[in-house]
Each structure stands twice: as C-alpha cells, then as structure tokens.
C-alpha cells in the first residue's frame, strides 16, 4: 500500500477515518482514545465544532493573496500572539522546521549586525529543531544526521541543563556566540525537563553576553505545559521563540517571534514564504486561542497533567522496567529501562490506547488539552496493562 511513498516512516496497519474530541474511529469502526494528539498538534481535539466552521467559513471567503497585500487574519494572529507571550513582531510559516529556520536566521542577521563574521549559535545535546539542513545541523541524534554530511557547522553542541558546559564554551566561543536555541522541554528526545531555575539562568546569560535567547516552542507551546508558553513557568520572556505544532491543531502554521533586539532585523526582501501567514491557518489560529481561552484549558491542563503524572507514578511503582515517570502538563514521559517490542502497537491493538514512543525506550503521552478524570484513569490503565503484559 506504500510502494508509492518514499521510506521515511514506518507506519502501523491502523488508519483513521474520523476523529472527534478525543476519540479516533478506525476503518472498522473501532474506537481509540488519543493519549498523543498528532504528536502535540490536535491540542484542542478533533473536528472541534468552531474550527471546523472557521475552516468552512474561510474556505467560502478566501484561501490565498499572497503576502503582497495586508491580511487582516495574520495581523491580528499576530497581535493575539505577542499579547499572550510578551513579544513583538510574529512571521508565519507552515511548519516547525521553517519556523526554526526563520530564527536562525535572525541569529545570523543579528551576527552580521555586529559585524560577527563566522557567527556560532549554541544549541543542546540531544535536540531536535526539525528536518531541512539548517534546523538538522542544530539538533542531535545520529539517526536524523547519517548519510546528510557535510552539514553547516556554525553550531556548538552543550548538554542540556548543564550550566557550566555553557560558561565552558563562553570561554572557549564566546565572541563568536551569538544565540541559544533550546527547547525548554525535550521533546523528541525524551521528554527531559531541565533542572528548575535553568531558562533564567539561560536569560541572564545571555543578558549578560548579549546573545538571543532563542526558544524552540514547538513542542512545548500553546497550553502543552499548562502554561501558554513553557518560558511561562519561570517568569522570564525569550528574545525569539519558534511555534507550531498545536497552533494550527492539524492546520499546518508555523510562527517565528521575536523581540527587543531581534524584534526589526529583518527588512523588506530578507525573508519571505508563499503559504506563510495565509488567511485560513491564520484564522484557525485565532480560534484555537480563542478556544484555549473559553475552555479554560490551560487550567485543564495543569489539573489533568498533575493528576496523570500522579497516577502514572502509582500505577507503575512496581514495574521494575519503568526507570523514571517526568513531565509538565500534559507532556509525560515514562522511560524504560529496556525498550518493549511493538508497544504502541499493543497500546492500540489491545487496550484502544493511542501512544507514542520516542529514542527508542521512552513512552511519550501528549493528549489533548481537553481530556478529563475518567479519560486520564483510561491511559493510566492502558499503559499499566500494555507495560504489565511485557
Ligand atoms: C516537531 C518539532 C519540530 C519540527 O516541526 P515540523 O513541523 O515537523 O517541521 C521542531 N522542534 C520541535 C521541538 C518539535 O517538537
């Protein structure tokens, strides 16, 4: 069924016909609860009745201008945005990786502005930014990076939440340093959570050298952590942060911010994107915040995530395969000591639980902002039992 398609992914045999809220029905009818959310993208749930209206209003009035006239929609997308955040300026892209790419640059510009000529920008063992040369050379893994050398090296790798590493490389890079790009919560590589107190030591930092604090909010952003942004958590505001993911909640956007210093780098010719900004991601957009707010889901988070990492911890104290059990919000992991065969598969095929599992042994469970108490008991025992059968 494939054979047509490039060998990137390695898909189960499930495919989805229907989603609604929560839920995802199967070809043959069978319900699945969706403990990952597309990967942190279907935040507010699927087919939700105002994003299905807005797509259909906007799809009615007007899909494409092009940015070569205003567009009411990505303006006040934009204003929503550096509302909830702190920032200044926004530009839209369609995803992830060309939202990180939109940073890198302004770190490059911002280099360039001090007349920095061979800019480094300081990124974290065992990141991941995405998939086009630019975004692959700033993340980690060999798995991601083998067969695409020679990558662009004008990075310089520290471990995540390492503290010393990082005045080490100041001593060793520091006229050439002209950013931090950091994911504030690992995502793709495995849910790790930095040390408390971390992202302000990060800002002061980079205050005190004058470097971009750039955050990779991919992941993190938009309710994920309970917070709107993660950054949120620590009282401190980044000079960029990139979003996706659970911005568009399925509709693919991506959103470079920025501020202050970084906030007027670019200018008229210096960055550009055909789809970026269009009116009908813009406006999902819109609703998808509008929703978070009215829902109070942010708040949902936090009850809910707390509650899951709680139970999680209680279910699985026995398990002598379950290492450690970490999160914010509604984003948890549990890593294992040895990876289980197939266990998404078993999640799915046995319990009706959609899971994910990310560098090899680390269960991720990213669901909805929406769920409630009786569909965290769901995925607490659909993990318990899919772990306890292995
Ligand atoms: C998913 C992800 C990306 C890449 O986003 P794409 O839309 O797949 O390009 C980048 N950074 C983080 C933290 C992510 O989780």
């Known amino acids: 069924?494939?054979?047509?398609?490039?060998?990137?992914?390695?898909?189960?045999?499930?495919?989805?016909?229907?989603?609604?809220?929560?839920?995802?029905?199967?070809?043959?009818?069978?319900?699945?609860?969706?403990?990952v959310a597309g990967v942190a993208v279907t935040n507010v749930g699927h087919s939700h009745p105002r994003i299905v209206s807005a797509i259909s209003e906007q799809a009615g009035l007007l899909l494409h201008t092009s940015n070569l006239y205003s567009i009411d929609w990505q303006q006040q997308l934009a204003k929503r945005l550096t509302v909830l955040s702190g920032m200044e300026r926004a530009f839209f892209n369609n995803s992830g990786a060309e939202a990180n790419e939109?940073?890198?640059?302004?770190?490059?510009?911002?280099?360039?502005?001090?007349?920095?000529?061979?800019?480094?920008?300081?990124?974290?063992?065992?990141a991941f930014h995405g998939r086009t040369l630019g975004t692959l050379s700033a993340s980690d893994g060999p798995a991601v990076r083998l067969g695409f050398n020679e990558l662009p090296g004008d990075f310089v790798k520290v471990p995540f939440g390492d503290l010393a590493a990082l005045e080490q490389i100041q001593r060793k890079h520091g006229a050439r340093i002209v950013a931090i790009l950091v994911e504030p919560i690992q995502g793709e590589g495995g849910v790790q959570v930095a040390p408390p107190g971390y992202l302000k030591a990060l800002r002061d930092l980079c205050n005190r050298h004058s470097w971009l604090l750039m955050l990779d909010e991919i992941q993190t952003g938009i309710g994920r952590t309970g917070q709107w942004f993660a950054f949120q958590h620590e009282g401190i505001v980044p000079d960029v942060m990139t979003l996706a993911k659970g911005l568009g909640n399925g509709v693919p956007i991506g959103a470079c911010l920025a501020r202050g210093r970084a906030a007027d780098l670019f200018t008229p010719g210096s960055h550009g994107s055909t789809f970026g900004g269009n009116p009908l991601a813009c406006r999902v957009g819109c609703t998808v915040l509008d929703i978070i707010e009215e829902q109070g889901l942010l708040e949902n988070a936090r009850v809910q995530g707390a509650r899951l990492l709680e139970r999680l911890r209680a279910e699985l104290a026995d398990n002598p395969n379950v290492l450690a059990i970490r999160g914010q919000g509604l984003m948890i992991g549990i890593e294992l000591k040895q990876p289980v065969r197939d266990l998404t598969l078993i999640a799915a095929r046995?319990?009706?639980?959609?899971?994910?599992?990310?560098?090899?042994?680390?269960?991720?469970?990213?669901?909805?902002?929406?769920?409630?108490?009786?569909?965290v008991g769901m995925i607490v025992r659909g993990v318990g039992r899919a772990l306890a059968a292995h």
């Open 102 to 126: 939109t940073a890198l640059k302004l770190a490059r510009l911002y280099g360039w502005r001090k007349g920095i000529e061979q800019p480094l920008v300081v990124v974290m063992a065992n």
């Open 350 to 375: 046995d319990h009706g639980l959609l899971i994910n599992v990310t560098r090899g042994k680390t269960i991720r469970l990213l669901p909805p902002l929406t769920i409630d108490e009786r569909e």
């Open 1 to 35: 069924m494939t054979a047509a398609l490039m060998n990137t992914y390695q898909p189960l045999a499930l495919s989805f016909t229907k989603g609604l809220g929560t839920r995802l029905w199967d070809q043959a009818g069978r319900e699945y609860l969706d403990a």
